[in-house]
């Protein structure tokens, strides 16, 4: 892979990253809610949601890193660097943008349901999920030929 271009996605996976630890904050607090004796039955929603919303940018901006230090040992055309870059980044930061908003708002993302932003987590979750499996695929194909 370019190292410019390496660079980057590594750069964004470290963010990607970060936003996920931030993300851990929320999180924390979702849990102090829940473990209330008089927690609603909202409190449980909360933790699920912020939950997910952490591990989204804790887990995909360790799949951006793995896969840029990945492309570094395979021969990428410029089409398939352009696939596994692009397709990560979307799905790097499409998740994680999607899994805080739906905590943010108490949406799921599972479908779209008109102008909201749980259809708007559903776009960005659907975006994520092409991404991802472009970029894998891209990368199964680059090692398959390297082998």
Do not use: C
Request: hydrophobic letters at 60%.
């Amino acid at each position: 892979m370019d190292k410019r271009m390496q660079g980057l996605l590594i750069a964004n996976g470290a963010l990607v990253l970060l936003a996920g630890f931030v993300a851990g904050f929320p999180y924390a607090t979702a849990v102090s809610a829940a473990l209330d004796p008089n927690a609603t039955a909202g409190a449980a929603e909360a933790l699920r949601a912020w939950h997910m919303a952490h591990l989204e940018g804790v887990l995909n901006g360790l799949l951006m890193l793995a896969a840029a230090a990945a492309a570094a040992h395979l021969t990428l055309g410029t089409v398939a660097q352009r696939v596994v870059f692009w397709g990560l980044l979307v799905a790097g930061w499409g998740n994680i943008v999607a899994a805080s908003i739906s905590a943010a708002t108490g949406g799921r993302g599972l479908s779209a349901t008109g102008f909201d932003w749980n259809t708007l987590d559903f776009l960005l979750f659907m975006l994520g999920i092409f991404g991802a499996v472009a970029a894998m695929a891209t990368l199964v194909i680059a090692g398959l030929r390297g082998r």
